[in-house]
Nanobody, 118 residues
Framework: QVQLVESGGGLVQPGGSLRLSCAASGFTFNKYTMSWYRQTPGRERELVATITSSGGITNYVDSVKGRFTISRDNVQNTVYLEMNSLKPEDTAVYHC???????????WGQGTQVTVSS
């Protein structure tokens, strides 16, 4: 069955860094666009970054541009989110999402908590 398993979250001080990973299985990973979203209590889930199936195109929400980098390894079936210069407002549960061509199928991981606090 389809699985997306996030890891790498934790507690970090402002200005610190974390690297999130999302390991995928059960579908043809290299055909899917991959995204990272984040959610805080009482707010809608926010799209943070997206990477196309080949990895050739990436997009970011304005608030993380220049600080976060999304990448993927189509051999290891894993997508990453490198987060630098973290701010308290980056605190959220981070989820990865897999989207098939034409968005026929969308799969979500359970999420990993990121807390930025001194």
């Amino acid at each position: 069955q389809v699985q997306l398993v996030e890891s790498g979250g934790g507690l970090v001080q402002p200005g610190g860094s974390l690297r999130l990973s999302c390991a995928a299985s059960g579908f043809t990973f290299n055909k899917y666009t991959m995204s990272w979203y984040r959610q805080t209590p009482g707010r809608e889930r926010e799209l943070v970054a997206t990477i196309t199936s080949s990895g050739g195109i990436t997009n970011y929400v304005d608030s993380v541009k220049g600080r976060f980098t999304i990448s993927r390894d189509n051999v290891q079936n894993t997508v990453y989110l490198e987060m630098n210069s973290l701010k308290p407002e980056d605190t959220a549960v981070y989820h990865c999402k897999a989207s098939s061509p034409s968005n026929w199928y969308n799969y979500w991981g359970q999420g990993t908590q990121v807390t930025v606090s001194s």
